[in-house]
């Protein structure tokens, strides 16, 4: 999907809705709060429900060498937002161009000329326009001058508020509950099956790898999964995440997925692997005969914590 600018056009039935802006990076609880919001003022005003977000992230506009931190890709943010029933997903382009704009020419050229929102939502710590001058007070009064209600939900999920951030540090620490109940879904890695050293195969345990690109690192280790190979069916499987140090360590972390009862051919094609429980830390063992018992000892764990899950 092209990502959108101010000098941009839409079409004709995509403008005048009402809509929730933001980065929403996992489209978790509180991001579903915000767009339930611009859905009742969708519903309210007769208008469809659209949600704004930019690409790339501004964070990694401001920090081009900052670590990978991603909760998911730009498909899977579209693909969660349509099961809320949003019709429309904008993505504005976030460069120069953008990022250099006040809070009034955000809410003129983009809020206004491109979008002709009727409504926006967002949550109460929103900032926006050059230099993050803009807030929910400036928003609200750009609203009153160029035409669109404003509303601002707070955070939910009392003191501990569910953010990213929060998200983020439950996946260091291997919490994929915590991380489930956040996001209201398990986390999933999607991309594409890479060629591996081919070794998998000759330990009896054939692996999908998958590069971590921009996804946020969770705790490295052995993880029990759920894999959808594109045919929106869940295949159980075990995986780890890790650097592999006992065949000669990677230079990045890789996500290698073993599928239980399953044989065909991965390679090329886009895969999406939810990661449903940490079972254990990743070990350098000291023989390939150790690892393969391990792996053995992982695929009964992982089998028993997807019962019920
Ligand atoms: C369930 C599972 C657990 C693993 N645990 C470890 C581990 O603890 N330490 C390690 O060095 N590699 C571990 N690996 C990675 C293996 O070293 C790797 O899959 C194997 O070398 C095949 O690599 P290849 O796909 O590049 O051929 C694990 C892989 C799987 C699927
Ligand atoms: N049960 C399975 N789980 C995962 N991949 C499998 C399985 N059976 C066959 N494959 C295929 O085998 C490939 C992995 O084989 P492997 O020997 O581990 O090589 P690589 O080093 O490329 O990972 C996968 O990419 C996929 O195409």
Same mark, same amino acid.
Request: aromatic share 8%; proline share 5%; net charge negative.
């Given at each position: ?6 000098s ?5 039935d995509?403008?005048g809705a009402?809509?929730?802006l ?6 978790h609880?509180g991001h579903?709060?915000? &767009?339930a ?9 007769g ?12 964070? %990694?506009?401001f ?8 909760l998911?890709?730009?498909s899977q943010r ?6 809320l029933?949003?019709?429309?997903v904008f993505?504005l ?5 953008l990022?250099a704009?006040?809070?009034?020419e ?10 002709g929102?009727?409504?926006v939502?967002?949550g109460a710590?929103?900032?926006f326009?050059?230099? %993050? ?9 750009l609203?009153?001058e160029?035409?669109?209600?404003v509303?601002? &939900? ?6 501990q508020?569910?953010?990213s @951030?929060?998200i983020?540090a439950?996946?260091?620490r291997?919490d994929?509950?915590?991380?489930t109940?956040?996001? @209201?879904r #398990?986390?999933a ?11 998998g195969r000759?330990?009896?345990f054939? @692996?999908?790898n998958?590069a971590?690109?921009?996804y946020?690192?969770?705790r ?6 759920r ?8 295949? #159980?499987g075990?995986?780890s995440?890790?650097v ?9 972390p890789?996500?290698?997925a073993?599928?239980f009862?399953?044989s065909?051919?991965?390679?090329g ?25 391990q792996? @053995? ?10 019962i019920?899950?």
């Amino acid at each position: 999907m092209p990502t959108l600018g101010p000098s941009s056009t839409i079409p004709n039935d995509a403008r005048g809705a009402a809509i929730a802006l933001g980065k929403f990076d996992g489209v978790h609880a509180g991001h579903q709060a915000v &767009i339930a919001s611009a859905h009742q003022a969708a519903e309210s005003l007769g208008v469809p429900l659209g949600v704004a977000v930019f690409e790339p992230h501004p964070f %990694r506009f401001f920090n081009p060498s900052a670590p990978p931190f991603r909760l998911q890709n730009a498909s899977q943010r579209v693909r969660a937002l349509s099961e809320l029933g949003v019709d429309d997903v904008f993505e504005l382009g976030f460069d120069a161009e953008l990022a250099a704009l006040s809070d009034r020419e955000f809410a003129k050229l983009v809020l206004r000329d491109l979008l002709g929102v009727a409504h926006v939502s967002v949550g109460a710590d929103f900032r926006f326009g050059k230099g %993050r001058c803009g807030d929910v007070e400036s928003l609200t009064r750009l609203g009153a001058e160029f035409g669109f209600s404003v509303d601002a &939900i707070q955070p939910i999920g009392g003191a501990q508020k569910i953010s990213s @951030t929060h998200i983020r540090a439950a996946l260091e620490r291997g919490d994929m509950d915590a991380v489930t109940d956040a996001l @209201t879904r #398990p986390w999933a890695i999607e991309g594409e099956v890479l060629q591996g050293f081919q070794r998998g195969r000759t330990l009896g345990f054939a @692996t999908a790898n998958v590069a971590l690109g921009e996804y946020a690192r969770p705790r490295l280790g052995v993880y029990a999964v759920r894999v959808d190979v594109g045919d929106d069916v869940l295949l #159980p499987g075990v995986a780890s995440v890790g650097v592999n140090p006992t065949v000669g360590a990677l230079p990045e972390p890789l996500l290698e997925a073993h599928l239980f009862d399953f044989s065909g051919d991965l390679y090329g094609q886009t895969i999406e692997v939810e990661l449903i429980a940490f079972l254990r830390d990743e070990a350098k063992f000291d023989s390939l005969g150790e690892l393969k018992r391990q792996m @053995t000892q992982d695929v009964i764990d992982a089998r028993r914590a997807l019962i019920g899950s």
